[in-house]
């Protein structure tokens, strides 16, 4: 019997809020994902990468947004 080796899905979440983002380009960065969805959310162009949670069903990682002041 052959051994079967599949990868986990990615998932992307916005540390603070309820949104699941999908993964675009499996074969893509961490941070080349971040870049791509800093167009639809802003404040991801500062924001850190947390993670993987690696859970059976998928690796899921966190982008945390940096706090700043406006102005």
Same mark, same amino acid.
């Given at each position: 019997?052959?051994m079967?080796?599949?990868?986990?899905?990615?998932?992307?979440?916005?540390?603070?809020?309820?949104? +699941?983002?999908?993964?675009?380009?499996?074969?893509?960065?961490?941070?080349?994902?971040?870049?791509?969805?800093?167009?639809?959310?802003?404040e991801? +162009?500062?924001?850190?990468? +947390?993670?993987?949670?690696?859970?059976?069903?998928? +690796?899921?990682?966190?982008?945390?947004?940096?706090?700043?002041?406006?102005?």
């Open positions: 019997m052959a079967e080796i599949k990868g986990l899905p990615r998932k992307f979440q916005i540390e603070g809020q309820d949104i +699941v983002l999908d993964d675009l380009n499996p074969s893509a960065s961490v941070d080349t994902v971040k870049r791509l969805y800093s167009d639809l959310y802003p991801l +162009v500062s924001a850190t990468v +947390v993670g993987p949670n690696i859970t059976p069903d998928s +690796v899921t990682y966190k982008f945390s947004p940096k706090a700043g002041t406006k102005g």
